[in-house]
């Protein structure tokens, strides 16, 4: 579950202030909306979500080893946007060409960069809505593909920019099509329900 944080007297903070606030706090996964609220989650995934969660990480890690095409980047790591926004997918993934342009400082903070994929994996607690209209921000800030994944409908959404929304059930093969070109998976064959 996510919760806004208020601080009084501060209208916000900048973006080193808040790569340090996040350094200063790793228990917490801290992101940042377009108007400077911070949202902290508050609680641990439970077993099942963090499980699955791994084997989604493990697919994208065994592909970008063969195609040394990128690199994935797991929920730890995030992201300053175009709309001032920071945010932090369960899954990223970035290409060779974004990567290599990446400075050391940036690769030791949060770049200012929309990855190419992002993947959000619903929890028991994620109101899907709310999570539906993060998606639709990775793709305003640039993303080229973004899987919801949503273990209770058994459904994945696929976001791709100027489209409409499509989804494939869990039996049906995911593809990373012209962004992660050769990635494929079927969410049945890895996930736990």
């Not at 200063?24 to 377009?34: F, S, Y």
């Not at 992201?79 to 060409?97: G, H, N, Q, T, Y």
């Not at 050391?104 to 109101?127: C, G, M, T, W, Y």
Request: some cysteine; glycine content about 4%.
């Amino acid at each position: 579950m996510q919760l806004p944080l208020h601080i009084p007297q501060l209208d916000g903070f900048t973006d080193d202030e808040l790569v340090r606030f996040c350094l200063a706090n790793p228990e917490l996964t801290i992101e940042r909306d377009e108007n400077g609220i911070l949202y902290i989650n508050m609680s641990p995934t439970h077993l099942l979500t963090s499980t699955n969660n791994s084997e989604l990480n493990g697919e994208f890690v065994i592909w970008n080893r063969k195609t040394k095409a990128g690199k994935v980047i797991d929920s730890n790591g995030g992201f300053f946007l175009k709309d001032k926004s920071m945010k932090a997918p369960d899954v990223a993934w970035i290409r060779r060409e974004q990567w290599d342009a990446l400075s050391k400082k940036e690769k030791h903070s949060f770049p200012h960069l929309a990855p190419d994929f992002v993947l959000e994996l619903a929890s028991d607690s994620d109101n899907l809505d709310v999570v539906k209209e993060k998606m639709e921000k990775w793709l305003s800030n640039g993303v080229r593909l973004a899987w919801l994944i949503s273990p209770e409908e058994k459904l994945t959404y696929i976001y791709r920019p100027d489209q409409t929304v499509e989804t494939k059930t869990f039996t049906e093969t995911l593809s990373g099509e012209e962004v992660m070109v050769g990635f494929e998976t079927v969410l049945a064959e890895i996930l736990e329900e």
